[in-house]
């Protein structure tokens, strides 16, 4: 399936054989993400990235990965207090800058907005995330990393055991991984979350259907024993207005648990922000020296698979690898001072 | 008259021959807007966009229109809360950020700041909009999307009967339009406002002193047959603070209107944003889908306007053409899917 | 000192060689900072600007200086409402924006974030103020500025005798720069402020340690006769909550007091905005076309500098010369109207 000229809306989008092709792009992009290649292949285009909700860190990344294409980016956060506070409709909108742009990224907190909008234009629309909706470049970036944390220890995503832990009720992330999840084989995925916060049961009925074993429990204790990835997240108590408790102690993932129900090649994943308040009962920062720990190379695959959607999208994949020439500015060998004791081991 | 080096602040400062050197360069830059050919003319030029109000589409329109051209854009529209609070003068923040860039482009809500502003540089400044006053480069957009719209159907400007709809008091788009087409010849003006909310009197002067007919009217079943310009107007609650009844119904511009006074080749424009809200008595979106709705190849027409205008301004118009190179991505036939029944018919 | 790879957090971390060899870079990217000539040694690079406080002329002349140096800008102001608020600590947003960018200038109003930030990447961090703290880039235009001034007539910075004037407990520009001019020799510093508003001791005891004369006194009549400079300064009332009264008259520096104390070529500089408001006793409007005023000279220096730092950190200052190709587009002899007496004098 081409993505070139499509819109980018949701997770269901994708087939396996396209997700493997935008990897291996992803893979080809990654010196130029890291600063150490450069390419130009969209000099000359413009990218719209059109906020209507604050994400600092979707932003900054989209961004950079079309400027690291060789694109500008225009942005706005402020269409909410113009055009359409005058009564201009979405649709009128959307057909307006899709004037001025080659492709629009876009961030809405209503969940149908994305999609009136996509269906006023013909350029390219990519979801930065619909409210409680989806957010797609999120979960390729997260199948991206996991496809590159078990190809490293020799393992691949097919015939996985993969522990999802926390909020599964609010967690969009963790649902648009469950559906690209489910375009694997043979996957075990515990859901391992309190039971007032459970994971959709379409979603469970989804991954059995595709012939996955799905198992539930409100135990990290019990679920995470065997796990090749532990995915983790945070309490959206932005997402849901009703007030539920924060999760138990139990849901620290800390050295402390890890130690007693972790393997050696354990992947730790967690789509950040984590909550590193004292009492936070979160991802633990007592793991950021443990090399099991991949939430940072996770956020940094933001880029490479950004580019490579990006590319992909504007049709320009087949140009890259030609493309490609050295960065002449300095880098450094690690970005964190913690990364070291992973990179020894694993190389970049 | 050559643009080289000049501020940018009112449509009075054009001249027919302008224009026509104008819109010539726009015709050149078009493949360059739509993204099918790139051109890198202004590489290293650095842009300031500084918006001391909101305004979204002209900010977006302007950096897409510099990006285009090769440059780089920064922007800010926080000014009001840092320098000027601490008691700076519009005159030192203006020398001042004159030091950064190569060309600014202001908007401010109280009409004599981009006069004040401009003296206090030599760097060109163009007026993106300044308070009830004046918005040039809309003025500019508007006259060169209509020729285009009367080219096709081999009409010209000079002759044409043009009819003006709406809140003619406070329409500052439609105020400069006057001036803009006055530089032309032979032309019916007609007036079709409620009788509140009327053309100024100066601008009817204006029109009448060189040569044209001007005709007034409340009513657009009497204003509008025969017109082979419809420009309509949204009402500007937000510039007048006196409460003015909303338009009555029959200033609403329909598909059932234009059946009975519209002719065949009738163009219709409007600034945009219009009010598409229940009860609203704007242009009506059940014309969307009718060739004579100019209103999104108007806006289109921004981009080439603005980098044709950028260009004459940085004193680059004579190195466009043998710097444009193709586009090497994916571009859409049609930019809206309503645009189709217009292009079939006439062609990009 | 190499630079290369340095996070830049203060005025400390400089010494004399370092120093000249900046500025002698910046002398060779002054015609890039004026847009006569073009260099794009940074082509690829992406520079993250991050502000989790307002400061729209440091962050537009970054943006600029960054810009001519051929690299790409995304910038946030909006951090504190988004991840910060889920409980994000600062270690890990540094370290997840730092796979976005090559290279990171922040400013934050509280001292001790940029260290923090600073201390959880590896990428390079330029300090853009931070609260009552610093702000080296600051510094290093003004002493730029300053060797340009004096280098016209013939002074050199050893040896000059320097008056700084006005609220020297507060302002934390003229801190960093007593820390800069310590670096040279032989120096006379006379701190002109009111009593209630002194240089801070350790200030004065870092200048006489290091063998410089140190004068104080509270009356800029007593102060001004024989400097080589007069840097003035404006309260900083934003900074410090206790109630002080605003300066008296006598530290309004005009035409008249210059007439009285001032020598043909005293250097008059203004770390800026100033407070042009009736009654506001801060350096007067009335000196803008006489050519020892350089406060605008001042500020344009700000381009050269940061594009001299900026090329430093990223290890690229060896590629500058061979890069430049002159500019195709238009520019204005001099930047401001006011600009011209001087530049008859002294030339570009």
């Known amino acids: 399936m081409s993505l070139t000229g499509k819109h980018i809306l949701s997770s269901d989008q994708f087939d396996r054989p396209t997700l493997e092709r935008l990897f291996e792009l992803a893979d080809l992009l990654r010196p130029v993400a890291r600063g150490e290649q450069v390419t130009r292949v969209l000099e000359g285009a413009v990218m719209g990235s059109l906020f209507f909700e604050a994400s600092t860190r979707t932003r900054l990344s989209c961004d950079s990965a079309f400027m690291r294409l060789g694109g500008s980016v225009s942005h706005s956060t402020g269409f909410a207090i113009t055009s359409i506070s005058k009564g201009e409709s979405l649709a009128d909108t959307s057909r307006v800058v899709s004037g001025y742009f080659d492709i629009i990224v876009m961030r809405h907190p209503e969940e149908q907005a994305v999609y009136e909008f996509a269906a006023a234009t013909n350029i390219p629309v990519v979801n930065g995330g619909n409210g409680a909706g989806e957010h797609p470049t999120q ?100 997402r849901f207005a009703d007030s539920v408790a924060p999760y138990s102690e139990e ?97 970049a």
């Open 139 to 238: 979960a390729l970036l997260d199948l991206y990393a996991l496809s590159r944390e078990f190809g490293r220890v020799g393992r691949t995503i097919d015939g996985a055991r993969v522990a999802l832990v926390g909020d599964l009720k609010h967690g969009r992330t963790v649902h648009s991984l469950v559906k690209l999840l489910s375009l694997y084989r043979d996957l075990t995925i515990v859901c391992v979350s309190p039971a007032e916060l459970p994971m959709p049961g379409e979603l469970l009925d989804l991954a059995a259907r595709r012939g996955h074993r799905v198992e539930q429990t409100d135990s990290p204790k019990q679920g995470l024993p065997g796990a090749d990835l532990v995915y983790t997240t945070r309490l959206q108590t932005e």
């Open 251 to 347: 849901f620290r993932v800390d050295a402390a648990l890890l130690a007693e129900v972790g393997g050696p090649d354990t992947v730790i994943m967690h789509p950040l922000p984590r909550d590193s308040r004292p009492g936070a009962n979160d991802l633990s920062t007592d793991l950021n020296r443990d090399p099991r720990l991949a939430i940072f190379r996770q956020t940094d695959s933001g880029i490479p698979v950004r580019m490579a959607l990006f590319a992909s999208v504007m049709g320009v994949e087949g140009l890259i690898a030609e493309s490609l020439r050295p960065a002449t500015w300095h880098r450094p060998e690690y970005i964190g001072p913690d990364d070291a004791p992973f990179y020894r081991n694993h190389g």
